[in-house]
């Protein structure tokens, strides 16, 4: 018998991605569908959403573009934060009493200094923009709710991810889509880019969502987890390894409206806590991503 599962944001990037997997016959979930469209910032229409009440939650939907966050933080903040309690409000009316897992992200922990990476749950969260004070707040509300309520809830914190559907406001698929573009001959041999000399934490998005199933069967209520690499890499090194995976010759050219400012030059995760609760690991190689991301861009550069 298979559990009910629901999941919120399900047309974004992962959630795409997670649909994939439930269809496999092997998958021991089956998919809740809500029975009527809904807004996680209207109230009113999450009434009447389950038509069975879901054995386990993925909380996924979240306003993601940190620029945007700056621009409107009161939106940011009313998707993320009043979004999270219009749907524990509503699950609690519905008498749910699963297991809730609250997507957050790595970017709650701010700026770590080099000697405290690689970064664990015991770092203290220092958010530093709109979108991260929202996922922190949400986090806090979700776990007070399983200690209220007494339902399991966990806390996933993925630090980058990269994977084929992404949109190309993230930096290696707007990498990746130029690259396609230049090989198709449709952009001149230049790559537009932002500041690529920084690391990161990425993890292919295969990765991230078998760490969520994982915290589902596995993972201790009110617990939170890094879901990450425990890598650090150059975002340039991913984009010259984009280009010769392409067979690609360009120029780098940094575009004055790409650079944020980076306070963080270094970013690694620890996920060992992960591990040691569930047995996770990593299983794709990011060379393995990248030739996924680049088959996906040449696809969807020749349909533009």
Not at 20 to 39: H, N
Not at 74 to 97: C, E, P, S
Not at 206 to 212: P, R
Not at 252 to 278: P, Y
Request: aromatic share 8%; glycine share 8%.
């Amino acid at each position: 018998m298979k559990k009910r599962l629901f999941i919120t944001g399900l047309s974004g990037f992962v959630g795409q991605h997670i649909q994939s997997r439930l269809a496999l016959p092997d998958s021991p979930w089956e998919l809740l569908s809500a029975a009527t469209p809904y807004d996680l910032t209207d109230a009113g229409s999450l009434v009447d959403l389950w038509p069975q009440v879901p054995d386990a939650v993925i909380h996924l939907a979240g306003q993601t573009f940190v620029p945007e966050a700056f621009r409107d933080p009161a939106r940011t903040l009313d998707i993320n934060l009043i979004g999270t309690l219009n749907l524990l409000q509503a699950l609690k009316a519905r008498g749910f009493a699963g297991t809730f897992l609250y997507v957050s992200s790595g970017d709650v922990y701010g700026q770590v200094g080099e000697s405290a990476l690689p970064i664990t749950e015991l770092q203290p969260p220092c958010p530093r923009n709109p979108y991260a004070v929202s996922k922190l707040s949400a986090e806090f509300l979700s776990l007070q709710w399983g200690m209220s309520e007494q339902w399991p809830v966990l806390v996933a914190r993925p630090f980058n991810h990269i994977g084929t559907g992404q949109k190309d406001s993230f930096v290696i698929a707007s990498a990746a889509r130029q690259i396609s573009r230049i090989k198709q001959g449709l952009q001149a041999p230049q790559l537009e880019v932002g500041d690529i000399d920084v690391t990161r934490d990425f993890l292919d998005v295969a990765d991230v969502i078998s760490g969520y199933f994982a915290l589902l069967e596995k993972g201790q209520s009110g617990q939170v987890y890094n879901i990450c690499s425990g890598r650090e890499q150059s975002i340039r090194s991913l984009i010259e390894q984009l280009a010769d995976l392409a067979e690609v010759e360009m120029q780098l050219v940094q575009d004055a409206a790409r650079m944020r400012r980076a306070d963080q030059r270094r970013v690694c995760g620890s996920h060992a806590k992960l591990a040691t609760a569930t047995g996770w690991a990593p299983d794709i190689t990011t060379q393995q991503s990248l030739r996924a991301i680049l088959s996906d861009w040449e696809k969807r550069v020749r349909q533009e």
